[in-house]
């Protein structure tokens, strides 16, 4: 048996993790063994919660996610088939999935904030000028976007409010980096032609 060390309270072979290990614990886990899950659960909710900060930016919702993330994985790891990839990535997938999922729910929501708040303009307000500025343009700017196609939208949303680089980007969403580069510049000439920026 290997010597272990522990490293922020995650025991880790001296020679490094084998690269099945989180294989082999999500099928122990999909047989409902529940040290198998907190030794899973060690072992990536660090990577998992800064791949879900980085794309939300936000700690508390980021916290939701990953608690979230590992209840899909409690459930659902019977469906892991470690012939067809590495468990470490399974659940890195799920979350990216989940927070990704989640910014579009907040875009949703900021969408019907937005309607509520222009419903709201129609009762007249003193010394509002710069707060009704701010409320078009936030309207204009999600319009534009809701206008990109799903793929320009994806990587300008991770890019710009993920803060992923396009390499980053291209790794998440499973393109080539050339594809990356060619939907955010197209997206970016786009958006400038929705808002009427001149280039």
Do not use: C
């Amino acid at each position: 048996m290997l010597e272990e060390m522990v490293i922020d309270g995650v025991d880790v072979p001296e020679d490094g993790p084998a690269p099945d290990h989180a294989a082999d614990l999500l099928v122990r886990v999909a047989a409902g063994d529940q040290d198998a899950f907190a030794r899973l659960y060690d072992m990536l909710a660090p990577r998992a919660f800064g791949l879900i900060l980085r794309v939300l930016v936000n700690r508390a919702q980021s916290e939701e996610v990953l608690q979230e993330v590992f209840l899909d994985v409690w459930q659902s790891a019977g469906s892991f088939a470690p012939n067809k990839g590495q468990g470490r990535s399974w659940v890195l997938t799920i979350a990216h999935r989940r927070a990704v999922d989640r910014v579009r729910s907040s875009q949703a929501s900021a969408d019907r904030d937005v309607k509520a708040g222009l419903r709201d303009l129609s009762t007249p307000q003193q010394n509002v000028d710069e707060q009704v500025e701010l409320r078009i343009e936030s309207r204009r700017v999600a319009r534009a976007l809701a206008a990109l196609p799903d793929p320009q939208r994806e990587a300008l949303t991770l890019a710009y409010f993920g803060g992923y680089s396009q390499s980053e980007v291209a790794a998440l969403v499973g393109a080539p980096l050339g594809t990356i580069k060619t939907r955010m510049r197209d997206g970016l000439s786009r958006l400038r032609t929705e808002m009427g920026v001149a280039l």
